[in-house]
């Protein structure tokens, strides 16, 4: 082969590879603007104000210094037939809207809220799987900025389920 030869061949690998590239990035481009981004709600049960929550129900401040959000949660969490109740509470101190979901020991979704803004709270979340008394679970507190839905963070508290009647 000559060197004319080889050059030539080594040009069309060339255009070859960047109209690969080109159609890939294109269509990863295309396939990106087509994805719609489907807001959380808002909760329905959302009550303004600060619970009056049982002491033993463990219902704590989840803050640490640099955190974006502030949030309040039972440690304790009772399930009484279809819901947990968590009262769950957004604070004022902080512009963002939460949410929280129950995760099983697989991380799969048994139950969540609707998005608080400052200064709500929700006793109670509906529970889409059966639970067993003592059955660990995962909060999930979910922060979003205010109409971008931007994160604003998150944190994730291990404690267990308890079967009960609601207070």
């Not at 600060?50 to 009772?78: H, R």
């Not at 979704?109 to 608080?116: A, F, H, P, R």
Request: with cysteine; glycine share 8%.
């Amino acid at each position: 082969m000559t060197k004319k030869a080889g050059l030539i061949i080594a040009a069309i690998v060339c255009v070859i590879s960047l109209a690969v590239m080109t159609a890939v990035l294109v269509r990863c481009n295309k396939n990106s603007r087509n994805s719609v981004f489907t807001p959380p709600p808002f909760e329905s049960e959302a009550v303004s104000g600060t619970p009056d929550v049982p002491d033993e129900l463990g219902w704590s401040e989840i803050y640490q210094e640099g955190m974006g959000f502030k949030a309040y949660v039972c440690g304790n969490v009772i399930a009484d037939g279809d819901t947990a109740e968590v009262y769950f509470t957004n604070s004022e101190d902080y512009d963002v809207w939460l949410k929280l979901r129950i995760l099983n020991e697989k991380g799969a979704v048994i139950g969540e809220s609707g998005l608080l803004k400052p200064g709500e709270y929700v006793k109670s979340v509906p529970i889409t799987s059966d639970i067993a008394d003592g059955e660990p679970v995962r909060l999930k507190i979910m922060a979003y900025e205010p109409e971008t839905y931007h994160s604003a963070g998150a944190v994730t508290l291990n404690t267990t389920i308890r079967e009960g009647e609601s207070q």
